[in-house]
């Protein structure tokens, strides 16, 4: 299921702290035929000065369970101050759709964030609109977030675990606990499950010590060895007690017992954990690469094909007059505004793709400025101009292929992938992708560089296919590649046209189109153990290189 972005209105006041609300469910309806609800819980909140509700935050789907523990928090900010208000509703996810309709409702429920935090932890039924039936109930547990920046590195394998697959062996995950003040548990990691081996070894887990015990080394925690099942009655293994500490020593060795077991004579364990290796590091913020001097690369690319309609109609999407912003101008202009800040020489590439150009050749990735050498242009305004004089020359054409740019941008990025420079590439257009084998492709490829890239859908199209591009819930693969990371980010701009406030409206596309560029640049760096230089980096001046049809994907 997609995961869309949140809008919200201008915070006014100085948030007292940050709290982390873990969300479980139990007994809930179940709207599966053959098999139990897939559930999701979603977050809404009604902020100072708005009477409507607006959506925060989603759950991971957990699947065939009626009682999920979800390990994805909500971190939202407290005010003591202001009565903050919140919904969470609970689903049964039916499609890959972020939309809440295309899904079943299994119930909600409202309170505040001071009952909450007054509480610490709460039970209560969910409410189904419109019927009295049993909808189950919600545990919500909140918790205040310190400040500790750390995060466990480990690695982690299983010896000689108990079989419990009658014609193979086990498929193993283990489900990370911290104790509450309540002597409860609350789950906050889960591995992968690795299938038919009583010996598992999982791949590195990198944990924010934050979520484990909030900074308290020394805090419980329970580790629960699973077998998983396709039915969602994953048969326990065996459980152990630990703390951070531990875990982050190299080959401590944990004894897996069972309850129902540890009473019989004969019974030593279910096997046993070992720490193959483990390590603390630094969970570095975006600012701190920022300010490192680390460089934010902005590239545009604007949609010339002929479902756009020509330029002089009034109705086409590439209409420019004196009154007012088309839709292209409109999500360029946003996005721009905001990412030029981080551009040291607001020198931008624009591109254009799908178009016929003066001399009668049909290009898919073209210089905006129509400038065969330089693709640069001064500021969003430099843009902005190349665009409008663009459109007046420049034919609208077709087909929508998005890889010739997508893989222009990850050329540049292959080139420098030390962590001295990211890339953004927005692409702005109004129809279906024509070489969407091909784009998957170039954004597997570009999902192992330093590159995001930002899909603005204008227009009233069909644009559910960019939700295969969009992979919030799955791994992108292709020919037998998968992607490294999700670096793809979809938004249709119709969502943001309801307000006439052009100010406003830019503003909540921008936050929408963004949200997720400064957690897909950390995902690179950590992912290659790149930390933020020790003294601020020099600006530096990227070359366009020459520009060609179809360029080929770039090394990888």
Request: charged content about 20%.
């Amino acid at each position: 299921m997609a995961q869309p972005v949140y809008n919200f209105p201008l915070q006014t006041s100085i948030p007292a702290s940050k709290v982390e609300i873990s969300v479980a469910c139990r007994d809930l309806m179940n709207k599966d035929v053959t098999s139990k609800s897939d559930s999701v819980c979603v977050l809404y909140v009604c902020e100072f000065g708005s009477t409507n509700f607006v959506e925060f935050g989603r759950t991971e789907e957990i699947k065939d369970s009626l009682n999920p523990d979800f390990v994805k928090k909500f971190i939202i900010e407290y005010r003591f101050e202001e009565q903050q208000k919140l919904r969470f509703l609970v689903i049964d996810a039916d499609s890959e759709s972020s939309s809440i309709k295309k899904h079943d409702y299994l119930g909600e429920y409202e309170c505040s964030l001071g009952e909450l935090v007054s509480q610490g932890a709460t039970t209560s039924p969910l409410r189904c609109k419109g019927s009295t039936q049993n909808c189950g109930s919600i545990i919500v547990r909140t918790e205040e977030v310190l400040a500790c920046n750390d995060v466990l590195v480990m690695k982690l394998c299983g010896i000689k675990l108990d079989k419990k697959d009658t014609f193979g062996k086990s498929d193993p995950f283990l489900v990370f606990y911290k104790c509450n003040e309540d002597q409860s548990f609350t789950a906050v990691h889960k591995s992968e499950v690795i299938k038919n081996t009583l010996n598992p070894s999982w791949r590195e887990m990198r944990i924010p010590v934050s979520s484990l015990c909030n900074g308290d080394v020394n805090r419980t925690l329970k580790v629960e060895c699973y077998d998983w099942d396709s039915d969602g009655s994953h048969d326990l293994i065996g459980v152990c007690i630990t703390n951070v500490l531990e875990l982050s020593t190299p080959n401590t060795t944990f004894e897996l017992k069972h309850p129902k077991k540890a009473s019989k004579k004969k019974y030593t364990n279910s096997g046993t954990i070992r720490v193959e290796h483990a390590r603390m590091i630094k969970n570095y913020g975006f600012l701190d690469y920022i300010q490192a001097g680390v460089q934010m690369n902005f590239t545009v690319a604007i949609d010339f094909t002929q479902s756009n309609g020509h330029p002089s109609d009034p109705r086409s999407l590439h209409y420019i007059n004196n009154v007012g912003l088309n839709q292209y101008a409109t999500a360029l202009q946003s996005v721009g505004n905001i990412i030029q800040d981080y551009d040291s020489d607001k020198m931008f590439p624009a591109l254009g793709f799908g178009g016929k150009l003066p001399d009668g050749s049909v290009s898919h990735e073209f210089f905006l400025n129509l400038n065969p050498g330089n693709p640069f242009c001064a500021g969003i305004g430099g843009v902005m101009h190349a665009y409008q004089s663009a459109i007046r020359s420049v034919a609208l054409w077709g087909p929508t292929n998005f890889a010739p740019v997508i893989n222009h941008v990850a050329r540049f990025a292959a080139a420098m992938r030390d962590g001295t420079n990211y890339f953004v590439l927005l692409i702005i257009t109004d129809g279906v992708i024509t070489d969407m084998p091909q784009t998957v492709q170039a954004v597997i490829e570009a999902s192992y560089l330093p590159m995001s890239i930002i899909i603005v859908g204008v227009g009233n199209a069909d644009f559910s296919a960019m939700n295969v591009l969009d992979a919030d819930n799955k791994v992108l693969s292709a020919r037998g590649r998968s992607a490294q990371r999700d670096i793809v980010q979809f938004v249709p701009l119709r969502d943001y046209l309801t307000s006439g406030d052009n100010a406003m409206v830019q503003a909540r596309l921008a936050k929408a189109v963004l949200a997720e560029v400064p957690d897909q640049f950390l995902g690179y760096m950590r992912r290659h153990n790149i930390e933020p230089p020790k003294q601020r980096l020099a600006p530096q001046s990227i070359s366009s290189g020459p520009s060609s049809a179809q360029p080929s994907a770039p090394p990888m």
